[in-house]
């Protein structure tokens, strides 16, 4: 099935955590909400004439939120796909993330602060000082109350969010954060760098675990929800596999002809999926780092992927206005999104 819906690349998407809708934004300003399993076009949310550089969907499903290189972060009903909330952060939006609850949102952007809104008022809850950096990534960790952040300081930090203090700096990295992962366990982060590592880290403590050191600055990162096993893609195009008990380092997962821009695993640990600047994604089995199935997904960069919950399909979408819903069962296309051209 194919549907038309950007006129401009994708640069970010979301699944809700029931796997049933799917979320992606543009850099044709608009975000669009689509079924999951059909391909179909549910709404489209007008975000502007700036590219969506980030879009998040609340836990419930009810809320969703996008943020634009303006600087500007909506949030909308997806009941009614009414805009409830419109938020100046300070700079182009970096990253989004909504708090377990779905009460509140996590904004990072160019500015070295991160801050926290209110969903239902709009208001701003705390703000988080201490970076030195624009904000590339926040993620909450599943018990609430707490976020991780990540910064081109090079410095990932834990903050509480009640109080707006920071708890924890994890020091080590010298080059800006280009991704972060929180095991669902909430006991390790992974972060990946330019500067050609990628640290584990216990979250409770900030004591640095392992450091990973490649020839390659490192695009993203991920962990096995088991905390065994992590893999970080790099900017040639290599995905570092690594076994964390003993910081070996396994055989390296090879295909790409470009750099490795996003990863994500399966809810099992079993699947591992790739997307990269040489126009494809690629399939893995995680635990021997063979490759199952390879997609031409893209006439472009592959920027974004995301996982189904159930582990049954992935979703990429990239430079060339495509969305592209995969079976990760049998390795056939179940939906192509289209752009205007």
Do not use: C
Not at 107 to 132: D, F, M, N, Q, W
Not at 274 to 295: H, P
Not at 310 to 318: C, H, I, L, V
């Amino acid at each position: 099935m194919t549907q038309l819906g950007h006129g401009g690349g994708i640069a970010a998407l979301a699944l809700s955590a029931d796997g049933e809708q799917l979320l992606t934004g543009g850099f044709d300003g608009n975000a669009l909400l689509w079924e999951a399993g059909t391909g179909r076009e549910l709404h489209a949310l007008r975000a502007g004439t700036a590219p969506v550089q980030a879009v998040a969907v609340s836990p419930d499903g009810q809320w969703a939120a996008t943020g634009g290189a303006d600087g500007l972060v909506k949030i909308w009903n997806l009941t009614t796909t009414e805009e409830k909330r419109r938020i100046s952060a300070s700079g182009p939006v970096m990253a989004l993330a909504f708090s377990p609850s779905g009460a509140e949102l996590a904004v990072g952007s160019a500015s070295p602060t991160v801050r926290i809104y209110a969903i239902g008022t709009g208001a701003e809850v705390t703000h988080l000082t201490g970076h030195k950096g624009a904000i590339n990534a926040v993620a909450y960790p599943l018990g609430g109350g707490l976020l991780v952040t990540g910064s081109a300081d090079g410095n990932p930090k834990l903050w509480n969010v009640r109080t707006g203090t920071e708890l924890l700096t994890f020091s080590g990295h010298t080059g800006a954060i280009t991704a972060l992962s929180v095991t669902p366990d909430e006991r390790y982060l992974a972060t990946a760098s330019a500067d050609r590592t990628a640290r584990l880290w216990d979250l409770r403590t900030g004591v640095l675990l392992r450091t990973l050191t490649v020839t390659d600055e490192l695009r993203s990162v991920t962990v096995t929800p088991d905390g065994a096993t992590l893999f970080a893609g790099g900017r040639q195009g290599e995905i570092f596999r690594w076994e964390l008990a003993n910081g070996a380092s396994n055989r390296s997962l090879v295909g790409h002809a470009g750099a490795v821009n996003a990863l994500a695993l399966s809810a099992d640990g079993s699947k591992l999926v790739s997307g990269g600047d040489d126009s494809t994604a690629r399939l893995w089995n995680a635990k021997t780092g063979t490759e199952s199935q390879r997609f031409e997904a893209q006439s472009g960069v592959v920027m974004a992927l995301a996982f189904s919950p159930d582990g049954k399909f992935f979703a990429t979408g990239g430079s060339d206005s495509t969305v592209h819903l995969w079976s990760a069962e049998t390795g056939k296309e179940v939906a192509r999104l289209v752009g205007h051209t």
